[in-house]
T-cell receptor, first 110, second 113 residues
Framework: DAKTTQPTSMDCAEGRAANLPCNHSTISGNEYVYWYRQIHSQGPQYIIHGLKNNETNEMASLIITEDRKSSTLILPHATLRDTAVYYCIVRVNRDDKIIFGKGTRLHILP | DAGITQSPRHKVTETGTPVTLRCHQTENHRYMYWYRQDPGHGLRLIHYSYGVKDTDKGEVSDGYSVSRSKTEDFLLTLESATSSQTSVYFC????????????FGDGTRLSIL
């Protein structure tokens, strides 16, 4: 199963772009990269996912390197409400399980 | 928000008692999942279902059973609760394809005394 490596914590100033890195060097060719976040005491919230191409939605952008061994989640204008634990996940195909790692705790500084 | 309702939201019970948690969805999604979340362990999959009456074990299934008699409901049962099962339990749903995300409920906080 592909696994991911993320920094334990990061800080970002309010209003600036938050760039959260993720390494997934053992990813298989047909596995998607997913990002979720969890705000304290709430259920995980889906943010974005991608396979090869960069993706953008109303919440964030996902940049995947050409070799697919790493990716970066970009929150373009971070606010205090973006303070959360962010999980980078590689979707395991064969039985649709998701393996959550420990994630990155993002602190948005006022 | 995805149409997922977990009940109860909070429960306190005693060791040895049976406990059933319910997950109800209004999205008609094929896949449903139960996770538990504990400090230091993150989210861990307990059981999941890929259709009515079709279920399978996750990584921490011991002490838990599940049932899915209707598409919209997925029940998690602790036959004889133990203190180690004190946790926050999350239900999730998805359409099932690898390019479809899972959407999570708000969780049930369960305390076993």
């Amino acid at each position: 199963d592909a696994k991911t490596t993320q920094p334990t914590s990061m800080d970002c100033a309010e209003g600036r772009a938050a760039n959260l890195p993720c390494n997934h060097s053992t990813i298989s060719g047909n596995e998607y990269v997913y990002w979720y976040r969890q705000i304290h005491s709430q259920g995980p919230q889906y943010i974005i996912h991608g396979l090869k191409n960069n993706e953008t939605n109303e919440m964030a952008s996902l940049i995947i390197t050409e070799d697919r061994k790493s990716s970066t989640l970009i929150l373009p204008h971070a606010t205090l409400r973006d303070t959360a634990v962010y999980y980078c996940i590689v979707r395991v195909n064969r039985d649709d399980k998701i393996i959550f790692g420990k994630g990155t705790r993002l602190h948005i500084l006022p | 928000d995805a149409g997922i309702t977990q009940s109860p939201r909070h429960k306190v019970t005693e060791t040895g008692t049976p406990v059933t948690l319910r997950c109800h969805q209004t999205e008609n999604h094929r896949y449903m999942y139960w996770y538990r979340q504990d400090p230091g362990h993150g989210l861990r999959l307990i059981h999941y279902s890929y259709g009515v009456k079709d279920t399978d074990k996750g990584e921490v299934s011991d002490g838990y059973s599940v049932s899915r008699s209707k598409t919209e409901d997925f029940l998690l049962t602790l036959e004889s609760a133990t203190s180690s099962q004190t946790s926050v339990y999350f239900c999730a749903i998805s359409k099932g394809a690898s390019n479809q995300p899972q959407h999570f409920g708000d969780g049930t906080r369960l305390s076993i005394l």
